[in-house]
């Protein structure tokens, strides 16, 4: 029979702690299936007033002893470095004590990208508890962290509108199965790469990924995104900037195709 190691409800016990707690003020919570662990337990979308905010973060959650330091926690970095510190949207560092059974959190991105080496352990600090208590000065800090460093590109500023992206068949299937998986839609990455596209971030290569000769009997077909109707705007206006033509060296069509290129960067597709 499958034995279970002795580890797993410890480990257990810090991701349950704090889905319940999320889930009690109504956040949402995606677990990512321990087969897909790589540095992230959970993404999580923030809710306020029963809405969602746009803020969406990933959280590496750690339970145990071993995690605990004389004035406060630690959370490995391991070979996490370079992900978390360029991670799209946010990392967050998650310990649990099982001694009295509290939650405390760290800001890994923030973190690291203020660090001056890569460092081995990240603090965490003892007055930084994660509860009932705190949990909507924890959402706030979030959300204003991700809003002063740029990297807030969910929310919708006004109206939104469809944006069709014309692609074969295989890619469509490719990129759905893809969010699925890391747990984030793809209006969500559309958000994201109109936002960066615009604060200067995301400056797309025409990639050899669109000369792909896939079997014309897949068809093609289009992913349809709900986009910021304001940010699409300016991106389309940005297209049409000699300036941008000459930055990148190379004419793009419109938005669509740049969003595309942007969906291919997240989620490469090998040739064959």
Known sequence: MTSIRPSRRIERAGVNSLRALLEEHDHIVHEIDGGSDYGEDLIVHLVQDGRRTGHVVAVQVKSGKKYKRARGYAVPVDDHYGDWR?????????VFDLDIAKLFWV???????????????VQVPVGAVLSSDTIHEWSSA?????????????????????VPIGVWNIEREH?????ENAGISLAVLGEQALSEL????????????LDFRFDPAVGQRNINLR????????????????AFIEELGWKPSGVALLLRLYMHERFPMSEG
């Open 142 to 162: 979030v959300g204003t962290y991700m809003d002063r460093a740029g990297i807030h590109p969910f929310r919708m500023q006004g109206s939104d509108r469809v």
């Open 175 to 179: 990129f759905l199965a893809s969010a």
């Open 107 to 121: 800001n890994l991105t923030e973190a690291l990208w203020k660090a001056e080496k890569p460092p081995a352990w």
């Open 198 to 209: 615009l604060n200067g971030t995301f400056r797309p290569q025409f990639n050899k990924v």
């Open 86 to 94: 360029e991670s799209r949207i946010p990392v967050l560092g998650v």
């Open 227 to 242: 986009l910021d109707a304001d940010r699409v705007a300016r991106a389309k206006e940005l297209v049409r900037q000699p």
